[in-house]
T-cell receptor, first 112, second 109 residues
């Protein structure tokens, strides 16, 4: 089983560029979410989804968009990259919010 | 005040030692509690859930104190392979996980 697949693993962007981080899961989980992890800050929630067609904002949503057209996929779009978005991004999925979360391997993004 | 707080450490302990981490949370309505482990530059992985009655998994023991709003993780007979960052995770009535910043553990020979 692939579990949770995130692509790309590494990315360098120039300020102002846009890109999409991909997240796909084959676990048939309803809950999917995106976190960013910065030194000394822990993991912070960007956006989350409780099912296809349903998304909501987390703690740090500014500068990011999401959509959930299928159960399997939950892409994260950076609209106009800024150096403050340099971070490690993790996608997570779980069956319910009270059960184990499974994470992708992360995307290391640098914005120059 | 952050919802979930942990001592960042680092905790440096020799092999075989017992080490304990605490985590406090601010929302008294929190429903579920977990400890995740994160190795350097890797994704977090579930170490164990924390139940009201306390639970044990081999060398690891987790406890929950709802009255004082803290959870703990005890690691006995530390191994070199236990070196990692331990993340406290609390779930409230919403749909997201609330992470502490993590506690770094280094087990030395």
């Amino acid at each position: 089983n692939a579990g949770v697949t995130q692509t790309p693993k590494f990315q360098v962007l120039k300020t102002g560029q846009s890109m999409t981080l991909q997240c796909a899961q084959d676990m048939n989980h309803e809950y999917m979410s995106w976190y960013r992890q910065d030194p000394g800050m822990g993991l912070r929630l960007i956006h989350y989804s409780v099912g296809a067609g349903i998304t909501d904002q987390g703690e740090v949503p500014n500068g990011y968009n999401v959509s959930r057209s299928t159960t399997e996929d939950f892409p994260l779009r950076l609209l106009s990259a800024a150096p403050s978005q340099t971070s490690v991004y993790f996608c997570a999925t779980h069956m319910t919010v009270n059960t184990e979360a499974f994470f992708g391997q992360g995307t290391r993004l640098t914005v120059v | 005040r952050k919802e979930v707080e942990q001592d960042p450490g680092p905790f440096n302990v020799p092999e075989g030692a017992t080490v304990a981490f605490n985590c406090t949370y601010s929302n008294s309505a929190s429903q579920s509690f977990f400890w995740y482990r994160q190795d350097c530059r890797k994704e977090p992985k579930l170490l164990m859930s924390v139940y009201s009655s306390g639970n044990e998994d081999g060398r690891f023991t987790a406890q929950l104190n709802r009255a004082s709003q803290y959870i703990s993780l005890l690691i006995r007979d530390s191994k070199l392979s236990d070196s990692a960052t331990y993340l406290c995770v609390v779930v409230n009535s919403g749909y997201a996980l609330n992470f502490g910043k993590g506690t770094s553990l280094l087990v030395t020979p």
